[in-house]
């Protein structure tokens, strides 16, 4: 089955400690984005990547850091979380050709740091 | 720079009772247009998409929107709501071409009453 698959869905953290959300996905995809939805404000776009070992920031991209080492898996970093990162979180891919660019996303990570 | 405004946080219809939510876009070249759901504790899911076709979308679950230009709208209607039809509704935009700036309006959550 096509699929993006998040790990872990539910995490709660405390502030300062370094966490790693993981996103592999296995349609042989180029794009992957990372994308947090809050209440009122919708999702909004963390980083994206191209392909392999190209990333970009996205719109709100303070606090994360991102890898593509490999075509499958585009982990989010958070390197010392903060109260203002909790949030639902989305792993997204796409392929690049084509006219087929809806996004397929992940079923979420809740993220709470305290 | 592109944005979406969905007009309406909440949205609540009697089954059976025609399904309008509203989208307005801006977009400072041709854009590809996108519906996405989201059912509760779950990821999105695509609706439907226009990418310079017909400017009449049909999706699934008997979902459609309209791309009106001259009005800078792609609103989504369903004739009659179903009560599986509750959840919460993205519009998103892109720049053609574009897959990697995938841009969300902050989402309408239909309500649809027995």
């Known amino acids: 089955e096509a699929q993006v698959t998040q790990n872990p869905r539910y995490l709660i953290t405390v502030t300062g400690k370094k966490l790693t959300v993981t996103c592999s996905q296995n349609?042989?995809?180029?794009?992957m984005s990372w994308y947090r939805q809050d209440p009122g404000l919708g999702l909004r776009q963390i980083y994206y990547?191209?392909?392999?070992?190209?990333?970009d920031k996205g719109d709100v991209p303070e606090g994360y850091k991102v890898s593509r080492k490999e075509k499958r898996n585009f982990p989010l970093i958070l390197e010392s979380p903060s109260p203002n990162q909790t949030s639902l979180y989305f792993c997204?891919?796409?392929?690049?050709?084509?006219?087929?660019?809806?996004?397929?996303f992940g079923s979420g990570t809740r993220l709470t740091v305290v | 720079a592109q944005s979406v405004t969905q007009l309406g946080s909440h949205v609540s219809v009697s089954e059976g009772a025609l399904v309008l939510l509203r989208c307005n876009y801006s977009?400072?070249?041709?854009?590809?247009l996108f519906w996405y759901v989201q059912y509760p504790n779950q990821g999105l899911q695509l609706l439907l998409k226009?990418?310079?076709?017909?400017?009449l979308v049909k999706g699934i679950n008997g979902f459609e929107a309209e791309f009106k230009k001259s009005e800078t709208s792609f609103h989504l209607t369903k004739p009659s709501a179903h009560m599986s039809d509750a959840a919460e509704y993205f519009c998103a935009v892109t720049a053609t071409g574009s897959a990697r700036q995938l841009t969300f309006g902050s989402g309408t959550q239909l309500t649809v009453l027995p």
């Open positions: 990547s191209m392909n392999v070992e190209v990333t």
């Open positions: 997204a891919s796409s392929s690049q050709g084509g006219s087929n660019y809806g996004y397929t």
């Open positions: 226009y990418t310079s076709a017909a400017t």
């Open positions: 977009s400072s070249v041709p854009p590809y």
């Open positions: 349609m042989n995809h180029e794009y």
